[in-house]
């Protein structure tokens, strides 16, 4: 029986959890008998079935799990959240086996789903492509380990180097990336808690930051705003969607907006640090920061980043405003028709 088939699969399956699933992990999860697969699932939005759940649920005829292994991307569960321990449930099925692909780090799991599975005399295996697990459980990690969410900075940028134009006649973006490629944007969107653009992005382009050409949540607005210049009547205060802004400002009143937040923090020091501990404060899991340049260039000198994606356009502008100073050597470029999306992974 080949293991790492069968992690592939939950790894497929766990993908359409990404997103809905917060801040429980995404979970893919198979059950497998005589080499076929009888019952799969991934985690349900928050406070419905873990994945492990919805897998063996999927199973029609429980007499078969006795003998029959159980393979999920990520350790159960071991303790009582909004939903009763995973691992109690495959013990009390009395799966033959299960074959994980990471260890969880929290400290609540943290190997005791593994020990309570061993206790009950089921065979255990970890480290089925581990790498590849841990590379779709990043933002869960991230905040596990790293305590600050998982952090995407995206732009796009013309031939010559630039973001945007020095000049323009109306309140609203010039693209550079195709209409493809905008879209893939969307399901990033959709992906990802939160969206952080700086106060110029805002008053010059007037964005929603919503999902529109794809499905899903609206991401958590967040908008730096250091002297709060940005006018209440902009889109990122309609008070559709969580929206957080953070300044420098002392401020008491919160505009009549159940929706909206003010942080106050210090611009003139470690300014990305601070933002991450205000996201962490509103447990935010991960952010893409979309702009514009100086906003993208305090994250990229601090070197507070996980993963950058940059969009390289077929237009020129010859003058604008530059794209952020980069020393990164990408690890993935693939062409998106007339664009070039660069992948940068920081090690």
């Known amino acids: 029986m080949s293991h790492k088939k069968y992690i592939k699969r939950c790894l497929q399956i766990a993908k359409n959890g990404i997103g809905a699933s917060r801040p429980n992990p995404s979970v893919g999860a198979v059950v497998v008998h005589q080499n076929k697969i009888i019952g799969e699932g991934f985690t349900s939005p928050y406070g419905g079935n873990h994945a492990e759940v919805n897998a063996i649920n999927a199973v029609k005829d429980k007499g078969l799990l006795k003998e029959a292994t159980i393979y ?18 495959i013990v009390k099925h009395q799966l033959k086996n299960v074959v994980i692909g990471c260890i969880d780090s929290n400290s609540l799991v943290a190997g005791k789903g593994i020990d309570r599975l061993k206790k009950a005399g089921i065979n255990v295996t970890v480290g089925v492509l581990e790498a590849e697990c841990k590379e779709h459980h990043k933002r869960f990690f991230t905040v596990q380990n790293k305590k600050r969410p998982y952090i995407i900075l995206k732009w796009a940028q013309t031939k010559d180097g630039f973001v945007a134009p020095l000049t323009k006649d109306t309140q609203k973006p010039v693209w550079i990336s195709n209409p493809y490629s905008q879209q893939l944007v969307h399901k990033w969107r959709a992906e990802e808690h939160a969206i952080l653009v700086g106060t110029n992005t805002v008053i010059a382009d ?11 949540q609206n991401p958590v607005r967040i908008v730096l705003d250091r002297t709060l210049r940005a006018s209440e009547n902009l889109s990122v205060f309609d008070g559709s969607v969580k929206t957080i802004v953070i300044t420098e400002k002392e401020i008491s009143s919160q505009k009549g907006n159940e929706e909206l937040f003010i942080e106050t923090i210090d611009f003139s020091n470690n300014l990305a640090n601070q933002v991450c501990d205000v996201l962490q404060k509103h447990q935010i899991q991960s952010v893409i920061i979309e702009g514009g340049s100086q906003t993208l260039q305090i994250f990229i000198d601090e070197n507070l980043w996980d993963e950058a994606l940059v969009f390289v356009g077929e237009t020129t502008f010859k003058t604008g405003v530059k794209a952020p100073i980069f020393n990164k050597v990408f690890t993935k470029e693939i062409n998106i028709k007339t664009d070039v999306l660069k992948t940068y992974i920081n090690d």
Not at 72 to 89: I, Q
Not at 206 to 216: A, D, E, Q
């Open 72 to 89: 999920v991307t990520l350790e159960p569960c071991s303790h009582f959240g909004k939903t009763p321990p995973c691992a109690d449930l």
């Open 206 to 216: 007037n964005p929603k930051l919503n999902v529109r050409s794809w499905s899903g």
